[in-house]
């Protein structure tokens, strides 16, 4: 056994709280084919996270929305997990904070570029934090990208440019909060990796979630928003649901992959989100369409093709 997959073998047999916060359901791979198979599950989740919100009323804004998911999100995790202990009992309880902190922060500069923007420019530049989460992985863990790594990178964003027919618009505030809300979600992935040492998925994602209810409650009880009928009730708790599984998903690929390569295994999500648009939402089928989807899942498959190579050298 190599010396860094020994490491990391005897780091996961003598660590009970990774034990202890790693939800059953979620599976254990080879290290190599960990990360990718959890992220593209990440991914696929999401997809349908994405499509329930689309079918959702229009009365329900982001802030309500936002406000079911993390304290629906909060509710599910003390629930399903904290029945027996303290289920806010982790490592290094300021990091986390600060995790929790940073990513309400991300989505509130998504909300506020959404808001400004046409949704197509602003998830355009959004996706550009696995180029933050590299930058932050060099400047706190030293951590270096090769040439290959980098161009994998910057062929995802040209792809999800392609795919979304990018079109730099809006005014600037806009524009700046949609970089802005990159560059927090790159610091969040980035800091996950410190968090999944010691910590498992679900208390990462139960201080996130603690922290963007704490954010989106006062919002929600100036301008409350309910199910008016049973489907949306149901599409309502599809949300919490697709939103923990997905969160949980990902937090576990982060312990087998750096920041900056779980960003880039999760921009499958925008492929998955333009054909589930294209099946049930009778979007048109592009050039652009199959020119990004094309240009992203090559780069991903690179990227992940690299990084095999490496730990077999390793």
């Known amino acids: 056994m190599a010396p860094q997959k020994k490491r990391l073998s005897m780091r996961i047999k003598t660590n009970p709280i990774i034990h202890l916060h790693t939800p059953h359901f979620l599976p254990r791979f080879d290290q190599a084919a960990a990360g990718p198979l959890l992220m593209l599950a990440a ?58 902190c940073v990513g309400a922060a991300a989505f509130l500069s998504l909300v506020t570029a959404v808001r400004l923007l046409p949704i ?15 930058l932050f992985a060099f400047l706190i863990y030293g951590e270096r990208i090769t040439l290959p790594q980098i161009c994998c990178i910057l062929l995802v964003m040209i792809g999800i440019a392609v795919l979304f027919d990018f079109k ?7 524009q700046t909060m949609a970089v802005v809300a990159g ?5 969040t992935v980035t800091l996950i990796r410190s968090l999944r040492e010691k910590n498992g998925p679900v208390i990462i994602y139960l201080y ?24 949306e009730a149901a599409m309502i708790a599809g949300i919490i649901l697709t939103s923990v599984v997905g969160q949980l998903l990902m937090n576990q690929g982060f312990f087998y992959c750096r920041g900056w390569e779980g960003g880039v295994f999760m921009s499958s999500e925008v492929i998955f989100t333009a054909f589930v648009g294209i099946v049930f ?20 498959l690179a990227l992940n093709r690299m990084n095999a190579k490496l730990k077999k050298s390793n």
């Open 43 to 100: 991914a696929l989740v999401y997809t349908l996270l994405n499509l329930l919100i689309k079918l959702l009323g229009p009365h329900f804004g982001v802030w309500q929305i936002g406000f079911y998911r993390f304290l629906g999100g909060v509710l599910v995790l003390v629930v399903v997990f904290g029945r027996h202990r303290n289920p806010y009992r982790g490592h290094n309880m300021r990091l986390l904070i600060l995790r929790g």
């Open 120 to 134: 197509s420019t602003a998830l355009v530049i959004f996706y550009c934090f696995p180029a933050f989460s590299a």
């Open 168 to 174: 730099l618009v809006g005014n600037l505030l806009g």
């Open 183 to 187: 560059v927090f979600a790159g610091l």
């Open 208 to 231: 996130f979630c603690t922290m963007g209810a704490v954010v989106t409650t006062p919002i929600f009880i100036h301008h409350p928003v309910f199910p008016a009928t049973p489907a």
């Open 281 to 300: 939402m009778h979007d048109p089928i592009t050039l652009r369409f199959w020119i990004g989807a094309v240009t992203i899942m090559g780069s991903v």
